[in-house]
């Protein structure tokens, strides 16, 4: 099958639509990986078919927990995901990627350029070194910390009434635990993602 096949059958399975052009930049995306992870060694993951279940359609799931935000922050985003791949798919997203390590905030400026993505901006620094002020309707991390680390450090970036949302594998019921005072935790769905036969859990969160 080919990637394009994968892709279009994932997102349909997903249960909703890219925009027009969506399909041709997240493929265009994957190409840019592919060739980049050759010699910077983005990511773990080097199949192409895996790319496309572990890294876009892994992403994507978790577009329609966004609700209606307008903004979003993907923090310690790696190679750009799900940011990116979810500013692709949300065209009308103002999505602010923040990844610290420079060969990877590097990409994803490349992959901003060359896939004309004009909602993006990559911030390459740590999220300590954001600047006070900054507010987004959501901030999501993927694999990036526990989540009582990404309260602690993420935490100041939500909007007044904006959320956190932690990506993780099997439901983290000691980090859930652990949620630091003045936040709980307002769903827990379990995320399936077409083709990927590991456990997959959204953990939303909001001040309380």
């Known amino acids: 099958m080919s990637s394009a096949d994968q892709l279009a059958g994932g997102v349909a399975a997903l249960g909703f639509a890219l925009p027009e052009g969506a399909q041709e930049k997240l493929l265009a995306y994957l190409g ?93 620094e740590r999220i300590e070194a954001l600047p006070d002020g900054l507010a987004f309707d959501a901030v999501i991390s993927r694999a990036f910390s526990s989540i009582a680390d990404f309260v602690r450090l993420a935490g100041r970036l939500a909007a007044p009434q904006g959320r956190l949302l932690a990506m993780k594998g099997v439901f983290p019921a000691d980090e859930i635990a652990a949620v630091p005072a003045g936040w709980r935790v307002a769903a827990s769905p379990s995320i399936v993602v077409p083709g990927l036969k590991a456990q997959r859990h959204l953990i939303i969160l909001e001040r309380e």
């Open 32 to 124: 840019l990986l592919l060739k980049w992870n050759r010699t910077y060694n983005l990511t773990a993951v080097r199949d192409e078919a895996d790319m496309v279940t572990h890294h876009l359609l892994d992403s994507l799931a978790v577009a329609p927990h966004l609700g209606a935000a307008r903004t979003l922050a993907d923090v310690g985003s790696g190679a750009g995901l799900p940011g990116l791949a979810l500013a692709m798919a949300r065209p009308e997203l103002k999505v602010v990627s923040v990844e610290a390590v420079q060969k990877k905030a590097a990409f994803q400026q490349q992959a901003k350029i060359q896939l004309g993505l004009a909602n993006v901006e990559v911030r390459p």
